[in-house]
C-alpha cells in the first residue's frame, strides 16, 4: 500500500522556499509502516492541480496534498476539488465558529470576508480540526482513494499530521511494518565499503534492503526491512547487524536510530550532570546553537564565548598575547588556552573550542584556509587535534560542528 | 519553455534528508528565464525512473535529473538512461583519468573497480566534468528533450550546474525574461492585504503575477512578470509598485530582491565601519550564527557571549546580580545591562542582546513562556522591547532572531 505526497506552490517551483513539508509527511508515514511511492510539487492551476490528482490516484491509496489553501489561495485549490471529486462547497459552522474565534482573540483587524470563506470546505470532505491556523484539513474519498488536504504553513501542517492524519490512519488502515536501522561509519569512501560488504549484500533477504548514504565526511548505512511480522523484521535486521559488523568493524562510528548525535550528547551531560560550556571562533557559535536548540539544553549549557575577533580571544577569554604571538590564532596551543580558559571563566566540567580559517580569505591568521583546531577540556585535562576540512566556508563549519560534538561524545563516555 | 526537475532517491522517500537540491535548481533556472512545471521525486528503481522520464518528456524541453548516481548507484541509473534512450554504456577516457587523480590525491585507499566504473556513461552524452567529485554529469537528448543527469550530493551539484548547465543553458536556448520583486510587509494577515489591495490586484496586467507569502509574522507579496522585452517587464513591476505603496504604506517593512535582512546588515555595517557584538540567552548563538555564516563577516563582528545560564550573565556579562533578583533574568533592565556590557567587554560600537523564556518550561524565570526582550546598545544608547512570541520553542527563537535584525537595521540606518 503506497501513499503519494502532492505539494502545491509556485514558490516550491521558482525555489524561493524549500519544500520541507514533504520530508515531514513521509517520515511520519513512514513510521507507520506507509511507504511513499513518489512526491509531485505542482503549480498553483487548476489544469495541473488535476493532473498530479488524477495521476496519483491511479498510483497511491493515500494522497496528502500540502499548500493551495489559506484567505488568498483558497479560491483555486477548493474549486478544483470540487471538480475532481464532483462535489460543492458548503459553509462548516465548526470552522467558522473557529475562525472568529482566533481572529477574535488574535487579529486586531476585524474579520473579513475573506476569511469568513475558509469556513467553505467541499460537503462530503471530513473537516480535521487545525488548531494553529484558519484553513482546516480536509479528507476526502474517491473511488478507493484517500485524499487528505492541509495548509501549505509547516507549523499548520506538522499540527495536523499528527493530531489527525496519523490518527486516523492507523485507525482506518492494516500497514505492513517498516523497519530501519542506519549505522554510520567515518573513514572509507561508498566504493571502498561496498567493495569490503560485497558478499553480504548480496546474500540479504528480498525483504531487507541497503542503501549507502555519503554526506561530509560520513558514510551512513541504511538497512531497510519491510512486512508483516515485526518480531521477524527486527530479527532480520540484527542478525544482518551482527554479521556486518565484522567486516567494517574498525570504521563503524555509531548507530543512529532516530537520535542526532546532539541530543545522544544532550542525554549523555544530563544523565551525568555534567555541565558544558563553549569558546568558538571559526564556527561563530553554530555548536551553541544546535545545543540550545533541543529544550532541556540549559540543564547542562551554561553558555559560549563566541570570539570570532582575535581581540575578542585576548580581552573576554583571557589567551594570551603572547602564545597567539608565538603560534599563531590558529593553532593547537590556543584552541587548548580557549578551552581551559572558557571552561574556567563559565564554570563548567567540560568544554569545546574551536578555532580556524574558513575562508575565503586567510583572516588574523596565515594558515591555510580549512585548517580548524578542536580542543576539548574535560575534568581530566585539555587535548586539540588538528583537522582539514577542505575548501568550502559552510562545509568547513559544519564539519567542525560535527566533529566537535564526536570528539565531545567520546569524553563524555569516559566519565 | 518549461524545464522540469526529477530527483532520484529512496531517502527523499522516507523523509531522511529534505530535498534541497530543486529549490537550487529550480532559482538557477528562474534567473536564466526558465519556469520549471514540476518536481518530482521517485525511488531508485528502474520502472519509476523511466515512467517519469516518459513523462516529463511530454511535459517540459529541459528536464534536469539528480541523484541515482556515485559508485554504489551507477548500476541502476546509467542502465535506464541507456535503455530510455536507446543506447550503450561505453568507458569516458577523460573520466577515468579524473577519478584515478582524485584517488591519488585524496583517498588513502586503493581505487576499486566500482570506482572505475564512474567512468562508464552512455556513448551519446555529453560528459559534464564534476570537479568536486567522482560522478560525471550527463548531457543527453532525446525527441528534442534535453536530459542533464547531476550527482545528488548538493555540493557536487551545485558546482555542475553552475560550471555546466547552466552556462550550456544560456548559450543554446532562446529564454523569455522572469522578473521578481518581493515587498515585505509586517503587522497585518494576508487576508487583510489581500481585501486592501483587491482591486489593484485585479487590475494586473495578464503577464504580472502576484503572490502571497505569509511567514512568522511577516507577509511578502511577490510580483512576476515574465516576458520577451525585459525593460517592458521592469517597467511594469515598477509601475505596478508604485500604485501599491500607497494602499499599504503602513505596513511595508522593506524590498526583497535577492538579499536577506543578515546581509543587509552586514553591508550596512562594513560600509559605516562599525562593529558588533550580541550577548544573547534564549537565542543560543544563533544570532551570531547568522552573521558569521556570511564570509566578511570579520570586518564587523567581534563575538558574542551566550549567556545560556543566569550566572553566565553574572560572572562573564557582568550583569548585576540585585537587577536580575528585582526584574527578573527576563526583563527590559536586564536586557539593557546585557547590551551595554556586552558592547564595552568586547569593545563594539553596537550590540544585541535577548534574553526571554523559550520553554517549554519557565526555568529561571517565572515569565510567560514566548515572553522575549530584546536590546539594542547603539553609539547613542540602550533600549530594549518586549515581545510576545508565541507559545513553539524554535518558532519563538527564530521569530526573535529576525526581530532583532530587524531592529538592528533600523538603529544602524540612523547612524
Redesign the interface.
Known amino acids: 500500500m503506497f501513499a503519494e505526497i502532492i505539494t502545491i506552490g509556485?514558490?516550491?517551483?521558482?525555489?524561493?522556499?524549500?519544500?520541507?513539508n514533504?520530508?515531514?509527511?513521509?517520515?511520519?508515514?513512514?513510521k507507520i509502516g506507509i511507504?511513499?511511492?513518489?512526491?509531485?510539487?505542482?503549480?498553483?492551476e487548476r489544469e495541473?492541480i488535476l493532473q498530479a490528482l488524477k495521476d496519483a490516484q491511479t498510483r497511491a491509496r493515500i494522497v496528502i496534498v500540502t499548500g493551495g489553501l489559506?484567505?488568498?489561495?483558497d479560491d483555486i485549490t477548493k474549486h478544483t476539488f470540487c471538480e475532481f471529486f464532483n462535489d460543492k462547497l458548503v459553509k462548516n459552522k465548526a470552522v467558522l465558529e473557529h475562525v472568529e474565534a482566533l481572529f477574535k482573540s488574535f487579529?486586531s483587524?476585524p474579520i473579513?470576508?475573506?476569511?469568513r470563506n475558509q469556513a467553505m470546505v467541499p460537503s462530503r470532505a471530513t473537516v480535521l480540526y487545525n488548531a494553529n491556523g484558519t484553513a482546516p484539513g480536509m479528507w476526502m474519498e474517491s473511488e478507493g482513494v484517500s485524499f487528505i488536504s492541509l495548509p501549505g504553513?509547516p507549523?499548520e501542517m506538522k499540527g495536523l499530521m499528527l493530531s489527525a492524519v496519523i490518527p486516523k490512519i492507523v485507525k482506518d488502515f492494516n500497514r505492513p511494518h517498516i523497519i530501519?536501522k542506519t549505522l554510520v561509519t567515518y573513514g572509507?569512501?561508498?566504493?571502498?565499503i561496498?567493495?569490503k560488504i560485497e558478499d553480504w549484500e548480496e546474500n540479504l533477504p528480498p525483504f531487507v534492503?541497503l542503501?549507502?548514504?555519503?554526506?561530509l565526511g560520513k558514510v551512513r548505512l541504511?538497512l531497510?526491512a519491510k512486512g508483516s511480522n515485526r518480531k521477524i523484521l527486527k530479527a532480520a535486521i540484527e542478525d544482518e547487524f551482527s554479521k556486518l559488523y565484522p567486516l567494517i568493524g574498525d570504521i563503524i562510528y555509531g548507530i543512529e536510530d532516530e537520535e542526532t548525535l546532539e541530543e545522544l550528547v544532550a542525554k549523555l551531560f544530563t544523565a551525568k550532570k555534567m555541565t558544558l560550556?563553549?569558546a568558538?571562533s571559526c564556527?561563530?557559535?553554530?555548536?551553541?546553537?544546535k545545543?540550545?536548540?533541543l529544550?532541556g539544553?540549559?540543564n547542562y549549557?551554561?553558555?559560549?564565548?563566541?570570539?570570532?575577533?582575535t581581540?575578542?580571544k585576548i580581552?573576554?577569554l583571557k589567551v594570551p598575547k603572547e602564545l597567539i604571538n608565538k603560534h599563531s590564532v590558529v593553532s593547537a596551543e590556543v584552541a587548548k588556552s580557549m578551552a581551559e580558559n572558557v571552561k574556567k571563566?563559565?564554570?563548567t566540567d567540560f568544554s569545546i573550542a574551536t578555532t580556524g580559517n574558513a575562508?575565503?580569505?586567510k583572516?588574523?591568521s596565515n594558515v591555510e584556509i580549512g585548517t580548524v583546531y578542536i580542543a576539548i577540556a574535560t575534568p581530566n585535562g585539555v587535548f586539540a587535534e588538528k583537522f582539514m576540512m577542505g575548501k568550502?566556508?559552510?562545509?568547513i563549519?559544519q564539519k567542525t560542528v560535527n566533529k566537535a560534538f564526536e570528539l565531545l561524545q567520546k569524553e563524555i563516555l569516559k566519565i
Open positions: 509556485d514558490e516550491i517551483l521558482i525555489g524561493q522556499i524549500v519544500d520541507t514533504s520530508a515531514f509527511i513521509a517520515k511520519e508515514l513512514n511507504s511513499v511511492y513518489q512526491i509531485t510539487s505542482v503549480q498553483d495541473h489559506g484567505p488568498t489561495k487579529v483587524t473579513s470576508e475573506v476569511n504553513v507549523f530501519h572509507l569512501g561508498e566504493s571502498a561496498a567493495e534492503k542503501a549507502y548514504l555519503p554526506n541504511r531497510t560550556s563553549t568558538e564556527t561563530g557559535g553554530k555548536i551553541a546553537q545545543i540550545t536548540a529544550s539544553a540549559s549549557f551554561k553558555g559560549s564565548v563566541v570570539s570570532y575577533a581581540e575578542t580581552n573576554v571563566l563559565l564554570k575562508g575565503p580569505t583572516g588574523d568550502h566556508r559552510n562545509r563549519v
